[in-house]
């Protein structure tokens, strides 16, 4: 029995390690990314990636959350980017407002 939930516990390690993680931008590609569609410098110290889902019919594209300060505050966003051969881009502006 002792072996039975050893198999299983090292079968369920390995099918979470397995499992692909969804790719985010770094602060920095992603201010990257802000500046060029706004054409307005964006720090990466103003920006926090939150989390970015994928979609199985567009493996290049994803809808992504970020918070970015905006005067004393942390707004958080949503939108659209495309993962190019120059880094992260936006692919959808504006972008929503989440609360």
Known sequence: MK???SVVAI????ATASMTKEPMPTASELAEALAKQTKKPVSPA???PMKCEG????????E????QK???KWLRYSTYFAVEQ?????????????K
């Open 3 to 5: 072996l039975y939930f």
């Open 11 to 14: 079968v369920l390690m390995s």
């Open 46 to 48: 103003g920006v926090r």
């Open 55 to 62: 979609f199985a019919e567009e493996p290049t594209e994803f």
């Open 64 to 67: 992504c959350r970020w918070a």
């Open 70 to 72: 905006v005067g004393e």
């Open 86 to 98: 120059n880094g992260w881009a936006v692919i959808d502006w504006p972008p929503s407002k989440l």
